[in-house]
């Protein structure tokens, strides 16, 4: 529990709280979709892909997987009643394709049988006829070609930083691509339709049960209240069940309206792989004019992201990538240009970080190259051009404001040893000439808010029963981050009761409309917040009862341990609120919250996104085989700004599943298609995620202690979801530092995810780039 907030009952908020479903998780009890018992005549889906990565459909023949046992309906674009469209963002996105399939595994029809063996065989009997098309696979193509999903964006800070560059002491031109990653979340995608009168009920494993309500409604040419979309809990997300759980859930609920029968959908790993969309891969160039300290004088970025087929999510990710690229850095003047390129592969979309990861990288490679081409220590370059007084303000135009990260900068640096362990590695490699290592420090500031603005807003539903039980109710989605624990602790912290007294109910837009997206690492911030008001005013309409009851003033009126203390009087929450039902109290609240000070023009692309930033640290150690390109992990430790924690329990799983994650995504997870555009990475087999060795054998996490928020959030606290994921370009760093140990010296080029091919390959253009200067 932090210092700054003062309970006695039990579970309250800033408590080491268990999450709400940890015994559910081991014992079985925590039921998701594929668990639920399925409706009496439940029928199973399965879609017909295509094998082309671009290409014109001449026909689609059902009928032989129309006669095949247990099939009772195939659908094709010609089935959907309403507006064939599922974009969330700008049109082009149809559920079934009429005309053109786009990327290998684009699904062209739908089959609904009685068992998933029997649609997936007759999905394998239907005939498509298609002319092949020229498809676009990468992104320097679709650069060459123009090839866009969103008109190009702009970001301008300063003055034109061209001519700057080109006056500038030294000058710097360099590029990086950062590859994609697959969510792999441990539940597929998964949707059951259960059709009603006049209406449906959907359960989706959803980021976004809103907008699933809508697209449902759309497809179906249904009003968006004759649909209901329901969600307990998800088995991960990471942004992959946000719009991309939206198709599944309407193929569903497509066949559920053309039966009359509850219709499930669960894809398979190697279907979800190959339907579904990825992190962006991104493709990022600078041109940058320092002093002869190496400060930054200006910079000239190009940010390329390989969208897929689709514009999906693309708009938003691209801003973050575009508006992060400076991490914790100054730029005086800056022309930050971004590309949203249309490929013809599975429609990217978002991935914990939303583009915050491939942005930074730039920023970090581009001072990679400015230290080690000016023989200048990599972290003290850095320092150099942190933010500070009279430079603390982004290329967006938004102020960086209680800017912790220096502070936190040399407590992570005393704690990790940080000088002597350089020392050590230095003379470690001056030793050995074949095993390498490599020791580095990152650190981030990421802006926590949506960046589209009107997604900021948050709703909650709190009911308070006779007998003092509470049933919350919320707009935002649990997918194992312990979002339900935190709003769960708000409600019981207002009310000062043992938090296993607030029940939780399933998402449900029947209950919460036009909710927001559980992503941007604003579940808490939004519904917690919204928790806490609707909670407040029962708590207020309860203590004007109590006082005008016991005939105190209102300020007279305690809650405390479970109880209220109304001057001499002393009752049990639970008897306040029969009392209170008994006089006819209200003892229920809707509530709606909305983050304040927000504004972003997104025709400048200019403005204050975000509410506050998160601050983050990292040193991690790392040593490589020059011979095999193998590495380890040796040691990370980790100090982040999570303000007064909701839950340091929780926080520090997250910052360590976040780290994790982001060093899959650097090092390990690698997505490979090959010439004809066919995803060959697609299943446990082929594509790797990090394991338990992976893991930095030492790993230390460190919560920021006695800062709160400077800003009024929830608490004083901050979010954590999506931050310390790229805090893993500490260990991407110092891969760099081994190879350049390897090598000889100078900058090695290396691309993510930093792979033992690519490692070997960079050492061995190092030692040639040497060998040949010298």
């Not at 603390?392 to 640096?413: A, C, R, S, V, W």
């Not at 001499?568 to 008897?575: A, I």
Request: include cysteine; proline fraction near 6%; aromatic fraction near 6%.
């Amino acid at each position: 529990m932090t210092a700054s907030i003062q309970t006695r009952h039990k579970g309250g908020a800033g408590a080491a709280t268990p999450h709400d479903s940890a015994y559910g998780h081991v014992n079985g009890g925590a039921l998701y979709i594929d668990d639920m018992p399925e409706p009496r005549g439940c029928l199973h889906a399965h879609p017909v892909q295509s094998r082309w990565a671009h290409a014109r459909i001449k026909r689609i023949d059902t009928s032989k997987a129309r006669a095949m046992p247990g099939v009772r309906a195939v659908a094709t674009a010609a089935d959907i009643k309403g507006p064939n469209e599922v974009s969330v963002s700008i049109p082009g996105e149809p559920l079934l394709p009429a005309d053109i399939v786009q990327y290998v595994g684009h699904p062209l029809a739908v089959v609904f049988a009685d068992t998933e063996v029997q649609a997936r065989a007759a999905a394998a009997a239907v005939v498509v006829e298609a002319e092949p098309l020229p498809a676009v696979l990468t992104v320097q193509e679709a650069l060459a070609k123009e090839t866009w999903v969103m008109p190009p964006q702009l970001i301008s800070y300063g003055d034109d930083p061209a001519p700057i560059i080109a006056k500038a002491p030294h000058r710097f031109k360099g590029e990086i691509e950062v590859g994609g990653q697959d969510h792999f979340y441990l539940e597929g995608q998964v949707a059951l339709a259960i059709p009603g009168e006049g209406g449906m009920e959907v359960w989706s494993s959803t980021q976004h049960p809103g907008e699933v309500q809508l697209m449902v409604a759309r497809v179906l040419a249904l009003p968006a209240s004759a649909v209901t979309c329901l969600v307990r809990r998800m088995g991960g997300g990471f942004g992959g069940k946000e719009a991309q759980a939206i198709p599944i859930a309407c193929m569903a609920a497509l066949g559920a309206s053309m039966t009359g029968r509850a219709v499930k959908m669960r894809l398979d790993r190697d279907d979800d792989m190959m339907i579904t969309g990825k992190r962006h891969p991104f493709l990022l160039r600078w041109d940058v004019g320092t002093d002869d300290e190496g400060r930054i004088l200006a910079v000239d970025m190009l940010i390329a992201a390989n969208s897929g087929w689709s514009c999906d999510l693309t708009p938003g990710v691209l801003i973050r990538a575009m508006t992060h690229c400076c991490n914790s850095y100054y730029y005086p003047h800056a022309r930050i240009r971004g590309f949203a390129c249309k490929t013809n592969l599975q429609s990217a979309t978002a991935f914990r970080g939303f583009g915050g990861p491939q942005g930074m990288m730039g920023g970090e490679s581009m001072m990679e190259q400015i230290a080690r081409t000016m023989g200048k220590d990599p972290l003290a370059l850095r320092r150099l051009n942190l933010f500070g007084p009279g430079r603390d303000t982004t290329p967006y135009g938004q102020k960086i404001e209680h800017f912790n990260l220096p502070d936190m900068l040399d407590q992570t640096l005393a704690s990790s040893d940080y000088a002597a362990r350089r020392k050590s590695v230095d003379a470690f490699n001056a030793a050995n000439p074949v095993v390498k290592k490599g020791l580095a420090t990152s650190f981030v500031t990421f802006g926590i808010s949506f960046n589209k603005i009107d997604l900021n807003q948050g709703a909650a539903l709190v009911l308070v029963y006779e007998d003092g039980s509470v049933l919350l109710n919320h707009g935002g989605t649990e997918m194992g981050q312990g979002l339900f624990t935190k709003v769960a602790q708000v409600v019981a912290e207002v009310f000062a009761v043992d938090v296993d007294k607030v029940r939780l109910s399933p998402t449900s837009t029947a209950k919460i409309a036009n909710a927001s997206p559980t992503a941007a690492s604003s579940g808490a911030d939004l519904n917690g917040a919204a928790a806490k008001i609707a909670a407040e005013a029962i708590k207020q309409r309860m203590t004007v009862f109590a006082a005008e009851h016991f005939d105190v003033k209102p300020e007279d009126v305690v809650f405390e341990n479970n109880h209220i203390r109304a001057g001499n009087h002393k009752l049990t929450f639970s008897e306040l609120a029969h009392h209170a039902k008994l006089a006819r109290v209200s003892l229920g609240e809707q509530s709606f919250y909305r983050t304040p000070g927000l504004n972003w023009d997104p025709k400048t692309n200019t403005g204050s996104p975000f509410f506050y930033y998160s601050y983050g640290v990292a040193v991690s150690e790392v040593a490589i085989d020059t011979l095999t390109g193998e590495w380890k992990a040796l040691r990370t430790d980790i100090l982040h700004d999570c303000g007064n924690s909701l839950n340091p329990q929780l926080d520090k799983g997250q910052i360590e599943g976040a780290f994790v994650q982001g060093l899959g995504l650097l090092t390990i997870e690698e997505l490979v298609w090959d010439k004809e555009g066919r995803l060959l990475t697609h299943a446990p087999s082929t594509y790797k995620i990090p394991a338990g060795r992976d893991l930095p054998r030492d790993f230390r996490v460190q919560l920021l202690e006695g800062v709160p928020n400077a800003v009024a959030s929830l608490y004083r606290s901050k979010a954590v979801g999506e931050p310390p994921l790229l805090l893993a370009i500490s260990v991407w760093l110092a891969l760099v530092d081994a190879i350049a140990a390897a090598g000889g010296g100078g900058l090695p080029r290396l691309d993510a995810p930093a792979t033992g091919e690519r490692i070997l390959g960079s050492i061995a253009a190092l030692r040639a780039e040497n060998r040949a200067r010298a």
